[in-house]
């Protein structure tokens, strides 16, 4: 989330955007993600989490430095009622039964692999935090391990304050503001803004989303996940947002065995993740200066070991099944190596390598998958 909120404010910046623009766009995909995840959580009772658009951000980092604002909010309604049209038709969720599970769980271990490393990456920055946060992790894994991540986050900030490392003598509670935004559309617009923007989202974050709630074993159709978050943008559009979507990364931490042992009660985690962004929309200014008061070993550190079982599980996962085994391994090598062309990152094209491979050794897909599949969706909508 932070390396997203750097993209939107330097997107922001190459834009000429004022600060009160600025702070409406943070304001809007905060809220925005934020509501709809509380929203479909509690009507799946499953950790939907929903987010704003990462490789969307870093994107329009370029096509705002030559796109009117006006304008490219315009291609942000456009790409929007796309998202709701394609939750409505259903074929999106028909693509993503077809996917093999160890595809799926290689594909995540991969995406997720840069965090698990970059919680080991801090030792040589900064060896006595990120050692101590380490052995922390370690030792409440053993004895509550439920708890070892909220432990470890005690634990680093009582450290740093010791060390007196973290200066808060600056910091002020102030509120962001929406601000409106008349839309603009241009034919332009329309081809460089909003036809990469939903492809860029629909691959990059909608696709790996829904294979981490298949990971994790929830079932809950594509299709409403698509329509509320495509509406969601729709309303949050003219004051800034450019796109919803399901998450991914966040998601990894809300959806496992970390968040409740208990799968039927972890959309509580979605609930719980909905209203912080609600937080942080409304005090986003405040909140992004505490993040930046600490340093960054201590935000990877804890990022990294809070994803541990995930990656864990993922790969355990991916490695299950001999016959998708090696698919699966490719996948992941793919995915981690985050590949990027044609404008479109890592995830996508990890999971094209991965399902390519799939289909060259074993001749197809796996039928009796899809059918469980589609037979576990059924149920979940009954």
Request: aromatic fraction near 10%.
């Amino acid at each position: 989330m932070d390396n997203c909120r750097t993209r939107v404010f330097q997107a922001a910046q190459v834009a000429g955007l004022s600060p009160e623009l600025t702070t409406s766009w943070v304001w809007s995909i905060s809220i925005g993600v934020g509501v709809t995840g509380i929203i479909l959580s509690w009507i799946s009772r499953e950790p939907i989490i929903t987010a704003w658009s990462t490789p969307a951000a870093a994107f329009l980092v370029a096509a705002l430095a030559t796109t009117p604002y006006e304008e490219a909010i315009g291609a942000y309604l456009v790409s929007a009622i796309a998202f709701v049209l394609l939750g409505l038709s259903g074929y999106f969720e028909k693509v993503i039964r077809l996917i093999p599970s160890g595809i799926a769980a290689g594909l995540l271990a991969g995406i997720l692999l840069q965090f698990g490393i970059g919680a080991f990456g801090g030792m040589s920055v900064d060896p006595l935090l990120a050692g101590m946060l380490i052995l922390a992790y370690v030792v409440l894994k053993r004895f509550t391990a439920r708890y070892a991540v909220v432990g470890i986050l005690l634990l680093g900030v009582v450290l740093l304050l010791v060390q007196e490392r973290v200066d808060l003598s600056a910091l002020e509670l102030r509120l962001a503001a929406p601000v409106f935004t008349m839309p603009s559309f241009s034919f332009n617009a329309l081809l460089s803004v909003a036809l990469p923007l939903f492809l860029i989202t629909l691959t990059g974050q909608y696709m790996p989303g829904m294979l981490v709630l298949r990971n994790d074993g929830f079932k809950t159709s594509a299709n409403p996940i698509l329509t509320i978050t495509g509406l969601g943008s729709l309303l949050m559009a003219p004051f800034g947002s450019h796109a919803f979507n399901v998450a991914a990364i966040t998601a990894a931490i809300c959806t496992g065995k970390e968040a409740h042992d208990d799968p039927s009660k972890r959309w509580v985690a979605g609930i719980a993740a909905g209203v912080f962004y609600i937080l942080v929309g409304v005090f986003g200014v405040t909140l992004a200066a505490v993040f930046m008061a600490f340093p960054q070993a201590f935000i990877s550190t804890l990022a990294g070991l809070a994803l541990l079982g995930t990656i864990g599980g993922s790969l355990a996962s991916a490695m299950d099944d001999p016959k998708s085994r090696e698919a699966a391994l490719i996948t992941f090598l793919a995915s981690a190596a985050n590949i990027t062309l044609l404008g479109i990152g890592g995830a996508f094209w990890g999971l094209v390598i991965g399902l390519g491979s799939y289909l060259v050794l074993n001749g197809r897909l796996p039928r009796r998958q899809t059918v469980e599949l589609v037979a576990c969706s059924g149920e979940a909508s009954q």
